[in-house]
C-alpha cells in the first residue's frame, strides 16, 4: 500500500489553472479546474497542466474527453 504513494502525481496551482489526468489506455480521462492556491493529486499514470482553458479543452477532447452539458446553460 505504501508504495502507491510514490506513484502520485501532484500539481500545486499558483494561479487558476486546469488540468487533465489519464491511464495508460486512456480508457479513464480526469479533466478540471484548479482554483488558486489549491493543489491536485492522483494516482493516473499521466498528468498534464494547464493555463490557457483553449488549449486544455482542445487537447482534452483529443484524448477523448467528453465534457459534461451545463445545466445551467439550458436553464
Known amino acids: 500500500m ?3 504513494w510514490y506513484k ?3 500539481i500545486i496551482a ?3 489553472m486546469y488540468y487533465i489526468a489519464y491511464n495508460e489506455d486512456k480508457s479513464i480521462i480526469h479533466a478540471g479546474e484548479i482554483p ?3 493543489q491536485l493529486v492522483t494516482a493516473m499514470t499521466e498528468l498534464e497542466e494547464f ?3 483553449t488549449d486544455w479543452k482542445a487537447r482534452a477532447e483529443e484524448l477523448g474527453y467528453v465534457f459534461p452539458v451545463d445545466e445551467e446553460v439550458l436553464t
Open 2 to 4: 505504501m508504495e502507491a
Open 14 to 16: 499558483d494561479k487558476k
Open 36 to 38: 488558486e492556491g489549491n
Open 51 to 53: 493555463y490557457d482553458k
Open 8 to 10: 502520485m502525481k501532484k
